[in-house]
């Protein structure tokens, strides 16, 4: 690897140590030091002992620690790229050591559900779940957050081919800086100030890659697929609006960008689990075997209840919870689809 000059002397902390924080850590360490916190001391031991993970070697630049107060102390710029479901946790752990110099850009696509209760029964309100940045400011002094979001799937990355990433802040600041730091070669950064929005798409087009990758799994062709991704791009524009996110949103590289890559890819982990769901494996099955969590799994089921409170008509992503967690028939619901009574081909703009 060409070694550049470094854009800053202190290391770029990232939260994770996961396939797309090592792809991020990857991508950093073309322009600064990086700091990995990994919550398994093991993994940690790893990549400070052969800079190798997941079948990828690691530039010297990056190093690894298992305490999460390092993360904080000696990194003003971090990236925290956890899990939905364990982001909180993260944040939380890490929060101690943090004040408003800190600039925290996210990778995460997913929700923060706010307490315990049967929602696939009372349905979630925007009132109900949290989106990443929300809990950052929530349990956190941090006021410049960021999201990244955009076609990002990392084994093309790490094979070093050509990609891009949206960078979605209210504040210019991080954009800037996160351009500085993440802009690479092979690597463009876009930026926007649609933060709520880019993190609406990128956890929304989960949901479609699961669906386009079990009708793989059954044998169904690019016409269906075709068919599937532009009408369930109109469902998540609908889920949008009934959120106060504008179209455009989902119109973008985070939005269609990432919708593409994701819902056509045998690299998408959301594809992969569909694909493998619809051969006939169980959710746990496939679960236990995989290099990381399929996000679009635990999105499918808020977003069901997103769609009950919000009375959306998405009948893609009501049939594909029942086929998901309730045991439908794929091919009948698929027949179901084709004949349903859509009256105008675009009715979202």
Known sequence: MRVSPLVFEEPVGVIGSGTFAVTVAHLLSHNVNVLIYARRKEVADEINRNHRLYGHDLHQRITATHDISLIGRQCSIIFPIVP?????????????YLTPRHILIHGTKGFDIKGHFDFEAD???????????????????????GALSGPNLYREILD????????????????KICQKVLDGPQFAVFGSHELLGAELAGALKNIIALCTGMLNGIGMGKNLEALLITRGLRELIYIGKAMDVPARAFFGTAGIGDLIATATSASSRNYTFGQRLARGESREEI?????????????????????????????IITLLHKVVFEGYNLHTA????????????????
Request: proline residues 3%; glycine residues 6%.
């Open 123 to 145: 349905g979630l309100s925007r009132e109900d779940i949290c989106t990443m940045s929300e809990v950052i400011l929530e349990e956190t002094s941090v006021i410049r957050i």
């Open 287 to 315: 679960s236990r075997s995989m290099d990381g969590l399929a996000e679009g799994v635990r999105v499918l089921k808020i977003t069901n209840g997103l769609i009950k409170h919000y009375n959306v008509n998405a009948p």
């Open 334 to 349: 698929i027949q179901f689809l084709m004949r349903y009574p859509y009256v105008q081909d675009v009715d979202f703009l």
């Open 160 to 175: 070093g081919q050509p990609a891009a990433t949206v960078v979605a802040s209210k504040y210019d600041e991080v954009v």
């Open 84 to 96: 939905s479901e364990f982001f909180r946790s993260a944040i939380r752990q890490v929060s101690d």
